[in-house]
């Protein structure tokens, strides 16, 4: 009897797979509900954070069903390809907290350094270090646009003679950062930029 029970649970394990595959909602909720437990438990253990770890968990399910093209069976299991997703989704928290905790140092060591400066608030300064941050990310040339307009004060035709780039490419250049700019620093996504 527990032979026969054992071949029905591969059998609705591979039903459910299956259906996972095909992008049946009902089998994602299914395997949410099976797997998601060991999925969080792994999030939990390595994040010490309950709500970190029941993000992840969501993170983890979303990435699978977009990239449920991806799994093969005969690569491995289901629970394996689940727990690699989480893996890397784990890997991505720890480097954001670090992210966040470097960029609350880099904004206190500003902090102190302006201190004796009265008209310095702290969200100015983490405005500044948040700012900064966001600026490296931009691609090279937008990069080297915004920061010759921004702290060395310079118009976009003077940026054109110093760099020997058609004022049309300086431009492009610094509108096309500065709308990167704009969509990262809105306050709805700094959750998502931390969750990357």
Known sequence: MTTALHINAEIDDSALVDGFRNGDE????????????????????????????????????????????????????????????????????????????????????QLLLTVTDEAVRPEAVLDRVLLTDELSRLPNHQRQVLNLAFYDDLTQTQIAELTGWPLGTVKSHARRGMHRLASRLQPDTGRERAAR
């Open 26 to 109: 009902a089998s994602l909720e299914a395997l949410h509900r099976r797997w998601g437990p060991l999925v969080y438990a792994h999030a939990r253990r390595s994040t010490g954070d309950a709500r970190e770890a029941e993000d992840i968990m969501q993170l983890v399910f979303f990435a699978a069903w977009r990239g449920r093209a991806g799994f093969t069976p005969e690569r491995g299991t289901l629970p394996g390809w689940l727990l690699g997703i989480t893996r890397r989704k784990i890997a991505d928290a720890l480097a954001a907290r670090t992210r966040r905790t470097e960029l609350v140092d880099a904004a206190a060591a």
